[in-house]
C-alpha cells in the first residue's frame, strides 16, 4: 500500500516571518522553495512524520528554513565564537556554514524519526 502524498509545504512564509522577522522580497521566494524542502527533508528522514501534530510540522519546517537562510547573517547559527581585541583575533564556527538543510536529534525525535534499538517494521505499519 503507498502512502499519499503528503499536504507540502507544512508551512508558509507567514509562518517563517511569524516567528522570526520580516523577509524582503527575495527573500520570500528563497523562503518558499526552503520551506518546500524542508517539508520534503522531513518526510524522507523521518519515518513517522505522520504521526506529528501539524503545529510540531510548522515548527520543525520553519526552524529548519530559518537555519538555511540564517547561514548568511552574522553569528546566527554560530556553535562557537572568539574574539580577541588586541592582535585582532576574531573566529567563529557554525553548524551549518552553507546553509545546508538538515534536522537536529530533538527535531527527529518529535517527528517520530528516533526509532528505538533493533525496532523495524516489514509490512510499513508503525
Not at 14 to 25: F, G
Not at 88 to 106: C, E, H, I, V, W
Request: proline share 6%; hydrophobic share 40%.
Amino acid at each position: 500500500m503507498v502512502a499519499p502524498d503528503p499536504e507540502l509545504p507544512f508551512a508558509t512564509v507567514s509562518d517563517l516571518e511569524s516567528r522570526w522577522r520580516s523577509l524582503s522580497k527575495d527573500e520570500h521566494t528563497r523562503a518558499e522553495a526552503l520551506l518546500d524542502d524542508a517539508s520534503g527533508l522531513i518526510v524522507d528522514t523521518c519515518p513517522r512524520w505522520e504521526q506529528a501534530s501539524p503545529a510540531t510540522l510548522r515548527r520543525v519546517t520553519c526552524s529548519v528554513a530559518r537555519r538555511a537562510m540564517a547561514a548568511d547573517d552574522e553569528d546566527i547559527g554560530a556553535t562557537s565564537l572568539m574574539d580577541t581585541t588586541g592582535p585582532f583575533t576574531t573566529q567563529r564556527a557554525y553548524s551549518s556554514p552553507a546553509g545546508d538543510l538538515f534536522l537536529t536529534k530533538a527535531e527527529k525525535a518529535a517527528l517520530g524519526g528516533v526509532t528505538g534499538a533493533f525496532e523495524t517494521s516489514l509490512l510499513g505499519l508503525t
